[in-house]
């Protein structure tokens, strides 16, 4: 695995790595779309932390990532069937036995304009400042291979400039929402992630710097009230960068414990093209939201990992602000 990295690293040209990604997207909506920012049908202001651990039974350090973000809705009284959204996104990464990370902290801004009674459209974009870091120390390289193991006291000819890199980083997005009655709510959005192409290499020769592809990704959600005890939740999602792809699907449901909806049972199954099966259990209880999946591995890694892919956890808490005259939802509620 190792090996494979510094290769990486060292044939930028050939060799292209997918972003960090969450399998519960629709609950890590800044790092969907930037759009997202202040996109709250149900709310004025949310927090949310998210946490994932992948291929923990194949390696002494599993691959971590965490992200923490917060948005709001802004300046309703101001615009005419209009606000502003304003939010922030923390991404920390941690990939294969410490020997890359990266951090990065965005700020996100969007505007939101509704159409008439039953339907909203956005737009936004986040800026961020990333920080990549690497462990020379922890790597073995081709040439330290001594016919038998992998010997760290050979000499090696590959060579850092640095083990730090630093880049801005620009995203941009637009989504729309339907709304025609009160059971029935449709979202899709579409954001281009890395719009300026920034630079990363941990080298000293120009020509090995590695612009980051840009990455598209597409989505589309619907909350659809069946009565005053169940919600479906039907969600599709697809990601592209340079030659890598994702593609899921899924549904999930919502299932109202307690007049009020203020406890809610959530549970889903959801599909990623030939990669992994991902169940989901969560709970709402007084707009406190928890989920956890768990992505099952189905393709060729299986023989390796025993199915056992990623967990993944997220919390998210929404709410209103004091003394707000009261707002009609966007999407279905108990």
């Known amino acids: 695995m190792k090996v494979l990295f510094v290769l990486g690293l060292s044939m930028p040209k050939i060799i292209n790595a997918q972003d960090l990604h969450f399998s519960q997207f629709f609950n890590s909506p800044l790092s969907t779309n930037p759009a997202n920012t202040g996109f709250i049908p149900d709310a004025d202001y949310r927090i949310g932390a998210h946490a994932r651990t992948q291929f923990s039974n194949i390696m002494v350090l599993p691959y971590k990532t965490i992200s923490v973000f917060g948005d709001a809705q802004l300046f309703r009284d101001k615009f005419e069937n209009g606000w502003m959204g304003l939010g922030f996104l923390l991404l920390s990464d941690e990939a294969g036995e410490g020997v890359l990370k990266s951090t990065k902290l965005y700020g996100s801004l969007a505007y939101h304009q509704m159409l008439g009674n039953s339907s909203l459209l956005s737009a936004g974009f986040n800026l961020g400042w990333a920080n990549k870091s690497i462990k020379p120390n922890n790597l073995k390289f081709p040439d330290q291979f001594n016919g038998y193991f992998f010997d760290i006291t050979l000499p090696t000819s590959v060579t850092f400039a640095n083990t730090q890199v630093n880049y801005f980083d620009l995203q941009v997005g637009i989504n729309y929402a339907y709304f025609p009655k009160e059971d029935v709510y449709i979202n899709a959005g579409y954001s281009i992630h890395h719009v300026n192409k920034p630079k990363e290499s941990f080298f000293s020769n120009p020509t090995t710097g590695n612009s980051i592809p840009i990455r598209h990704i597409g989505f589309a959600n619907a909350m659809l009230k069946l009565n005053k005890s169940l919600i479906l939740q039907p969600s599709i999602y697809y990601s592209n960068q340079a030659s890598a792809s994702q593609f899921v699907l899924g549904l999930s449901s919502r299932i109202n414990l307690i007049s009020g909806g203020e406890t809610q049972l959530i549970s889903g199954v959801y599909y990623r093209n030939k990669e992994a099966i991902i169940p989901l259990l969560g709970f709402e209880i007084k707009s406190i939201q928890f989920n956890f999946s768990y992505d099952a591995t189905v393709s060729n890694l299986k023989s390796y ?18 003394n707000t005259p009261y707002r009609q939802t966007l999407c279905p509620s108990f």
């Not at 990992?305 to 004091?322: D, Q, R, T, V, W």
């Open 305 to 322: 990992n025993k199915s056992m892919g990623a967990g993944e956890i997220s919390l998210i808490k929404k709410g209103f602000y004091p």
